[in-house]
């Protein structure tokens, strides 16, 4: 185990924000988890945390930031020859998973590559993006319960897996640390075409049926293209979820702003953020060191020693003129500590 007392964050968090932890713990096994909550934790606040690019720290944090240093990876027997299943380490980072999947011929993690963060937390947010999610290849999680110290196996129905959640970030928020998880992934490759602009980006490059590694190595060109790399410009992806409206509401919605893009899912009408955050006026503008990315509205990024707070204020207008122009009120995706 890896324990210091008085811990700089500013390297654990994509948003490159200054914040300290009394104390930071990196485990390298469930054992070590196990003892340190029976043994050290002794009731103390406590965070577990991957690599934080999901995160906002708003001040320092008085307690203990838990890191899993689990990486290991291993096959498991499979009951059927159509598909393999890995069970990974929780402090794995995601897409050196996804490139080892790639290589070894193990399928359907393509369209997931370069989002950033560690498998955990993978299984915790039910990471997704280009028409997949991670929950439709999870077939368990192993956790260890952060108060009493006990293992704990939950099948992928136990996790309630919805849009970018799960219990582990609703009902059984801050409960437990997940050590490892394992996947079901196919042998054969389909290539998942289901997200439109992924589909013509093929089609412009005259590849109807893309390799593995070519839906990879494209997905990873798409990405760069778009979202600001956290080593250059401090941001944690995507600050805000898309809000999901009733039929009604939208119908109002339309009436009064016909051009507003849509998707129709079984919870009713998605509407993206960033198209709200550009009407509302704040693409590309900043207050201070705290900003609006200005090639995508909906991430919000650190121009250079901002602080947490500074992001979250930002936040805070975005959301109030949102409501005030469109009556939706946006709910962040980011975890604010
Ligand atoms: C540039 C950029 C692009 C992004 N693009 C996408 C995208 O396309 N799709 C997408 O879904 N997300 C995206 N994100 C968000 C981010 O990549 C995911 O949310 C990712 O899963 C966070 O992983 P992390 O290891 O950094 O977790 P952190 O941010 O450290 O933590 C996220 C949450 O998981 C919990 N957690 C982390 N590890 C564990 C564990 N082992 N046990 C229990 N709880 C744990 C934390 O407590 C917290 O609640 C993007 C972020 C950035 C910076």
Redesign the pocket.
């Known amino acids: 185990m890896f324990s210091i007392f008085h811990y700089n964050l500013l390297h654990r968090n994509?948003f490159g924000i200054e914040a300290w932890a009394d104390r930071f713990v990196e485990y390298a096994s469930e054992d070590e988890l196990v003892r340190f909550v029976k043994t050290e934790r002794n009731g103390q606040p406590l965070?577990?945390?991957?690599?934080?690019?999901?995160?906002l720290f708003c001040s320092d944090y008085n307690g203990i930031v838990l890191h899993?240093g689990i990486c290991s990876v291993e096959e498991l027997p499979s009951d059927s020859n159509d598909t393999v299943r890995v069970r990974v380490g929780?402090g794995l980072l995601?897409d050196d998973l996804v490139s080892l999947c790639v290589d070894n011929g193990w399928h359907g993690l393509e369209n997931l590559s370069l989002?950033?963060?560690?498998v955990?937390?993978?299984a915790?947010?039910n990471?997704?993006?280009y028409g997949a999610e991670a929950k439709d290849f999870i077939e368990k999680v192993e956790v260890v319960d952060m108060q009493k110290g006990t293992l704990k196996t939950v099948a992928n129905a136990g996790c309630c897996y919805a849009y970018?959640s799960s219990a582990?970030?609703k009902q059984w928020a801050g409960r437990?640390?997940?050590t490892h998880v394992t996947l079901r992934l196919n042998r054969r490759f389909e290539p998942n075409l289901t997200y439109a602009a992924l589909a013509a980006e093929f089609e412009l490059r005259g590849l109807s049926q893309p390799t593995a590694k070519q839906m990879r190595q494209t997905v990873i060109e798409v990405r760069q293209n778009k979202?600001?790399d956290?080593k250059v410009t401090g941001?944690?992806?995507?600050f805000f979820m898309n809000p999901v409206v009733d039929h009604e509401t939208f119908a109002a919605l339309l009436s009064a702003f016909p051009d507003m893009p849509h998707y129709k899912n079984e919870s009713g009408v998605k509407i993206p953020a960033a198209w709200l955050i550009e009407r509302a006026g704040w693409k590309g503008r900043s207050r201070g060191a705290a900003g609006v990315y200005d090639k995508q509205a909906l991430v919000l990024v650190n121009m250079g020693g901002a602080s947490g707070r500074d992001i979250a204020a930002l936040s805070q207008s975005i959301v109030a003129d949102v409501k005030r122009i469109f009556g939706i009120t946006l709910k962040p995706e980011v975890?604010f500590i």
Request: aromatic residues 8%; proline residues 8%.
């Open positions: 994509t965070v577990h945390i991957g690599s934080g690019s999901n995160l899993s929780s995601w989002v950033p963060g560690e955990g937390a993978a915790v947010q990471i997704g993006a970018r582990f970030k437990y640390a997940v979202l600001p956290p941001n944690a992806g995507s975890m």
